[in-house]
């Protein structure tokens, strides 16, 4: 099984919907059996992808076309024995919500991650927090 990390940014020109993205990916997601967790902010997203290989490698091949990102740059790609992050799930974080909560939603999300990932998405969570 295949665990690919990557983080992008929003294109300005195709503004994102979470929303959509979120819908989208589910329906995607439970037909080729990959599980993982997108955190979007509106400007960055940072996801990672777990399942099958060839079927992570497809799914990240669509999200390189999708026009919404752009500077798309993997931080991770590496063989797992079993799912990390389970279930989908979708962190958004709203202009002017509680930050804190919010900070540690991801830390509950990422908790059975390895430690460098878990690592890569509370601290993302942290410095987007900050921006």
Excluded: C
């Excluded at 940014?9 to 994102?16: D, G, L, Q, T, Y």
């Excluded at 967790?37 to 990672?48: A, E, I, K, P």
């Excluded at 990422?110 to 969570?125: L, V």
């Amino acid at each position: 099984m295949l665990q690919l990390v990557y983080v992008s940014s929003a294109n300005r020109r195709e503004a994102p919907d979470p929303a959509s993205i979120l819908a989208v990916s589910r329906g995607n997601n439970r037909r080729d059996g990959i599980t993982g967790m997108l955190y979007s902010d509106g400007t960055r997203f940072l996801q990672v992808l777990e399942g099958p290989d060839e079927r992570v490698e497809a799914a990240y091949a669509r999200i390189q076309a999708d026009p919404r990102h752009r500077a798309i740059v993997i931080l991770s790609r590496r063989a797992i024995d079993a799912r990390e992050f389970g279930e989908w799930e979708m962190a958004h974080h709203a202009p002017g919500g509680d930050a804190d909560a919010f900070i540690e939603r991801i830390a509950e999300l990422a908790a059975n991650a390895s430690s460098d990932i878990r690592a890569t998405f509370e601290g993302f969570a942290k410095v987007r927090r900050a921006a």
